[in-house]
């Protein structure tokens, strides 16, 4: 399996403001995860893209996933206070390893 | 709400102790992990159960027995810890093999060796 690297680190936003958070990876995948934790709490499944998909939706979340760079966004939109977390990327393979990256901290203010 | 469910939440055992952490999930998933996480650290990857038998193990130290009594349950047995493995023990669970299949945590158990 292989990790996944956020960008940016951390991230501090407004309450109703957009939160766009990027993932790179390095091989091919077939498919990417993302996950939120709260602090000191497990990890939420937040949604899964395969490597066939461009887009997806999910609530108030948006995700890309562009093979060709490498690369997936996380989109949050409207974002409010308990969306602050950290979340990270999980690119996957058929083996059900995960390996995450060193996740983005999000800080929504009210 | 996760359906793997850990315990105990928090535990405090001393270098010579002899523990257990344990985890249960009843959604039919015959993949079973166990993750570490250090603080502001992600989570990695220690064991994989599937189908009830150990099909990967990082390197971890053998201070650390995992056991897979049955498809819904997986206990993490602890014996002569040092300090440094002190940390958020993450149980999760997935459907096995497959083209990508989400992985579900449990709200882990924080180990402190003392």
């Known amino acids: 399996s292989q990790q996944g690297e956020e960008d940016p680190q951390a991230l501090s936003i407004q309450e109703g403001e957009n939160a766009t958070m990027n993932c790179s990876y390095k091989?091919?995948?077939?498919?990417l995860q993302w996950y939120r934790q709260n602090s000191g709490r497990g990890l939420v499944h937040l949604i899964l893209?395969?490597?066939?998909?461009r887009e997806k939706h999910s609530g108030r979340l948006r995700v890309t996933l562009d093979t060709s760079k490498k690369s997936s966004s996380l989109l949050i939109t409207a974002s409010r206070a308990a969306d602050t977390a950290s979340y990270f990327c999980?690119?996957?393979?058929?083996?059900?390893?995960?390996?995450f990256g060193q996740g983005t901290i999000l800080t929504v203010h009210p | 709400d996760t359906e793997v469910t850990q315990t105990p939440k928090h535990l405090v055992m001393g270098m010579t102790n002899k523990k257990s952490l344990k985890c249960e999930q009843h959604?039919?998933?015959?993949?079973m992990y166990w993750y570490k996480q250090k603080a502001k650290k992600p989570p990695e990857l220690m064991f994989v159960?599937?189908?009830?038998?150990?099909?990967i193990n990082e390197s971890v130290p053998s201070r650390f027995s995992p056991e897979c009594p049955n498809s819904s349950l997986l206990n993490l047995h602890l014996h002569a810890l040092q300090p440094e493995d002190s940390a958020l023990y993450l149980c999760a669970s997935s459907p096995v093999g497959g083209l990508g299949n989400t992985i579900y945590f449990g709200e882990g158990s924080w180990l402190t060796v003392v």
């Open positions: 091989t091919s995948i077939n498919n």
């Open positions: 999980a690119p996957g393979t058929s083996y059900g390893k995960l390996t």
């Open positions: 893209i395969r490597s066939n998909e």
């Open positions: 959604m039919g998933h015959r993949a």
């Open positions: 159960y599937s189908y009830e038998k150990l099909s």
